[in-house]
Every structure is written in C-alpha cells, then in structure tokens.
C-alpha cells in the first residue's frame, strides 16, 4: 500500500512536474487515515525525494535553470518551516477547506493551461533583472508548501512560463529542483516537531515515489502533454471533493 501510494506521487510528479502532493495528501488520509496535519508533512519528504530524482533524470534534456530555482528556493526554503508551524495551529476542518480550495483552483487553472503555446526557453537574462520577484515569490511557494503539504509545483510551473517565459520543459525541470529543495526543510521541521515512526513510513512511500517518477517520465515522453495535464485535472478535482465529503460526513 505505501510504496503504491508514492508511485502515485512520483508518477504525478514526473509527467508533468506538479500534483505529487495534492495526489499524496488525500491518499495518505483516506488509506493510512492519517490526521491531515500528519499526511501533509509527511507527504513534503516524499515529493522531495520523487522531485531530485525527477532532476537527475532530466539533467541532459531539459536541466532546470539554476538562477530561477535559486531565486525561489532560497526564501522557499526559509518560509516552509514558518507554513509547518501554522498547520498546527489552524483547525483541521479549516486546514482541509484551504487545501482542498487551493487544490481545486490548481486543477482547473492546470486544465485551462493544458495545450497552451511553449515560450522562448533561453530567459537567463529577465530572470536575473528580476530576481526579487522570484524571491518574494519563493517566500509564497515556502508558506504554502509547508502551510499544505505541496511541493508547489502548480504554482512554479505556471509562474515559470507565464512570468519568465520559459518552455513548459525547461519550467518542469526548474519546479523540480524547486520542490526538491523546499520539501527538505518543511519536511525537517516536522520531523523534529512529531513523532519519529513517521520516518519509516516515509521510507517506503519515499521508494514508490522514485519508482513513479521514473515511470511518468518514461510515459510523459511518449504521450500528448496537453491530454496528460486535463486527465489529471479531473483526478485531482474528484479526490478533493471525496477528501471534502468525508471531512464533513465523518
């Protein structure tokens, strides 16, 4: 059930560079019934280690654009110990609408997006006239990710494109690299802040991960991005409203 659960994640992760946590959390709650807290710190180690993997796989075709992922991941980094400490003092009810809304807002805007026209890939030079965007922006990505659990590669990959004109390539591998440096420090703070035995299941949901993220590369490759991006919207939109129905019918 758990090496399942991350080869879910790591496949999410590998086709299109987002979406392993918003499959992780739910998952982690409905299977292992796992308070929402527990599921969402847990989750950021998993997308962590799915997320580096997914780096090395990409470093020869399409590497990440280190000064864009510097840019995010250095405030991220700092930010997503500061979302972990605010999960634990919101109520759960509360923190499942917030993920859930932010989930569903994700889907639709990544639905919308599928199929969109790729940029110039060679921004090099916007990115380094405009590093404090991307540092305020790493400070939002830090918070959410450790506020819900996410990588943030729904935010990232969109930010990427959209804002600094990268290919949806290029942005994928930058998001990665990202999320793999975020998740280490969210996923640090709840390590020293809940109990140990999480590290265990960690491991074995960290494994499928690797395995799922190898997997979606290798289908990525060889299907239609733009059919890809809309089936996995609608997956994303049917297990948060389940997520949703079972927080208020339970």
Sequence with gaps: ??????????????????????????LLIFALQLPAQEAMGISLGAVSAAAMVGVWLRRRQQPPLWRAAAGLAVTGMLFSPVGRWLSYRLDEQLLVVLFSTLALVLAVRMWRSAGSPTADPDADQAISLNMPVFLLAGCALGLLSGLFGVGGGFLIVPFLTLYAGLSIERAISTSLLVIGLVGITGYAYHIFTTRMDDVSLLSYIAVGSMLGIFAGNAIGARLP??????????????????????????
Excluded: E, K, W
């Design 1 to 26: 059930m758990h090496l399942a659960l991350g080869f879910a994640l790591g496949l999410a992760l590998g086709l299109t560079g987002a979406g392993g946590a918003i499959i992780a959390v739910p």
């Design 225 to 250: 991005a733009q059919r890809l991006q809309q089936v996995f919207s609608v997956f994303v939109i049917l297990v948060t409203l389940q997520l949703l129905y079972r927080t208020f019918t339970t």
